[in-house]
């Protein structure tokens, strides 16, 4: 045996060891190939685009041997884009259990309701798989903290759909921040902001804020009720395909803005300029506002404008804010220092400004100079969520370290369930940081 090849199967051996301890369940053979056997639960928009940049990335890792979803129409579009990208037909199923009692499965999907993520997930890590769970982690933050427990009781890898994680803007940010070009950080603003053409067909389009279209053939034939209130708090509720459809708009499936968007911003802002505040968690949220654009006949019970303000031990400081009614200002955060000002915008711009804008003849307060980036032409990366997923499948094969742990997604959530508590009881909620626990008032 030459040299090299003896180093070869050595290399080879030793990837197998670390894949191995990375967790009890990836089985040898997917370690030794390199390639994991995978399960997926729902495959709706976001499933369906998580399973499309899986394969734009990592197709020679993967053999998505199952599929689960409970509506007909995406439970076939789910296998069509395992038939089309990977060239093998998997099982089907509408119950999820099939999905995690295959001992063959090494690693399951779950991009479902943000209601059912508990329920799945919990499953799953009972069953010892390693989980790419779309956020929030959990509907509240009871559920959030039981999935931490388990993930870290069974060593499995868990990597939360926080993607902006692995979107090089932000490792940008994180990386100036660090490097001092704002200076000290107090205070951070994150915002949100969506606008609907009102006169668009329902069926073709989004005529007002998460009234997604609804499939022509939606019937509790060909979606299965039953199952989409598993967990839900009311189960005696008749067939609705708006709930089933457009789920969002209902607290028993969602806490809305909080938890489906603002989470992705109290975890970037955690992220970016985490080590310099060296703190994580808010002490207390003030949140207000409520159906304001999109009411009359519209049953949503979300509100479609929120603002949020939350204080942070060691001075720190964020202000966020959302409304469905104009979209002027995209989406954003801004981290601003005494020195300067680092905007992300829509992810997929970067700017650094130097401070001050207004006081007048005198030296720029930072050494550093002006930065704009763009997320094709200075990385091409056209879209994070394909990175986040290789490196949770690295991560599983034992090559990386996952970089949205559960732990980060119950950070990234906690502050979520805090305005859905603070918006909907009209007060200010606290964080007791020595009993985890919420006061509310
Ligand atoms: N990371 C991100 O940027 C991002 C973006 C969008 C959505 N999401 C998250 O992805 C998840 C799904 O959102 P979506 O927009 O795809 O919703 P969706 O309604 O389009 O899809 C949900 C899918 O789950 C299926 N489903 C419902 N109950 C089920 C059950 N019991 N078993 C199996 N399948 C079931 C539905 O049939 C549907 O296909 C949510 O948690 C959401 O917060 C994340």
């Known amino acids: 045996m030459s040299e090299d090849v003896s180093r070869r199967d050595l290399l080879k051996q030793s990837a197998?060891?670390?894949?191995?301890?990375?967790?009890?369940?990836?089985m040898q053979s997917s370690a030794q190939n390199n390639r994991l056997k995978v399960g997926w639960i729902a495959t709706g928009m976001r499933g369906a685009h998580v399973m499309n940049q899986m394969y734009l990335l990592s197709k020679?890792?993967?053999?998505?041997?199952?599929?689960?979803?409970?509506?007909?129409?995406?439970?076939?579009?789910?296998?069509?884009?395992?038939?089309?990208?990977g060239k093998n037909t998997p099982k089907t199923s509408v119950d999820y259990r099939d999905v995690i009692n295959d001992p063959n499965v090494d690693v399951v999907f779950i991009c479902s309701p943000e209601h059912l993520h508990h329920p799945m997930a919990m499953a799953a890590l009972k069953a010892k798989k390693h989980i790419y769970l779309e956020k929030p982690i959990g509907h509240t933050i009871e559920e959030g903290a039981e999935i931490v427990a388990l993930a870290e009781k069974m060593g499995t890898v868990v990597q939360i759909g926080t993607q902006n994680r692995s979107n090089k803007l932000y490792i940008q940010a994180k990386k100036m921040v660090e490097d001092g070009y704002i200076g000290e950080v107090h205070y951070t603003r994150a915002f949100w902001y969506r606008n609907f053409d009102q006169t668009v067909d329902p069926a073709k389009g989004v005529p007002a804020a998460w009234r997604y279209i609804i499939p022509g053939d939606a019937s509790s034939?060909?979606?299965?009720?039953k199952r989409f209130l598993e967990s839900a708090e009311h189960k005696n509720i008749p067939f609705s395909k708006e709930r089933y459809f457009q789920w969002r708009?209902?607290?028993?499936?969602?806490?809305?803005?909080?938890?489906?968007?603002?989470?992705?911003q109290t975890d970037i802002s955690n992220f970016v300029v985490g080590g310099l505040i060296k703190t994580e968690l808010p002490t207390s949220c003030m949140a207000s506002g409520g159906v304001y654009q999109w009411g009359g006949k519209d049953d949503r019970e979300v509100p479609d404008t929120l603002s949020a303000l939350y204080e942070y031990p060691n001075k720190f400081h964020l202000n966020y804010?959302?409304?469905?009614?104009?979209?002027?200002?995209?989406?954003?955060?801004e981290f601003m220092g005494?020195?300067?000002?680092?905007?992300?915008?829509?992810?997929?711009?970067l700017y650094f400004t130097p401070q001050p804008k207004f006081i007048r003849n005198v030296?720029?307060?930072?050494?550093?100079?002006?930065?704009?980036?763009?997320?094709?032409?200075?990385?091409?990366?056209?879209?994070?969520?394909?990175?986040?997923?290789?490196?949770f499948l690295m991560a599983v094969l034992g090559k990386e370290k996952a970089i949205a742990p559960a732990r980060a997604g119950q950070?990234?959530?906690?502050?979520?369930?805090?305005?859905?508590?603070?918006?909907?009881?009209?007060k200010a909620v606290f964080w007791d940081a020595k009993l985890n626990k919420l006061k509310i008032g």
């Open 363 to 391: 030296k720029a307060f930072s050494d550093k100079p002006a930065v704009s980036m763009n997320y094709l032409k200075d990385f091409n990366q056209p879209d994070s969520t394909a990175d986040h997923v290789r490196n």
């Open 221 to 225: 034939e060909t979606a299965d009720w």
């Open 411 to 426: 950070i990234a959530a906690i502050p979520g369930h805090m305005a859905t508590q603070s918006v909907r009881a009209k």
């Open 321 to 333: 804010s959302c409304f469905f009614g104009n979209d002027q200002w995209g989406y954003g955060e």
């Open 249 to 264: 708009n209902y607290w028993d499936y969602s806490g809305g803005i909080s938890t489906d968007l603002l989470v992705h």
């Open 16 to 26: 197998v060891a670390a894949a191995l301890s990375a967790g009890p369940a990836v």
């Open 60 to 85: 020679d890792n993967v053999e998505v041997t199952h599929v689960c979803d409970t509506y007909k129409g995406n439970l076939a579009k789910g296998k069509d884009i395992v038939q089309t990208n």
């Open 338 to 349: 005494q020195k300067g000002t680092i905007e992300v915008k829509d992810r997929q711009n």
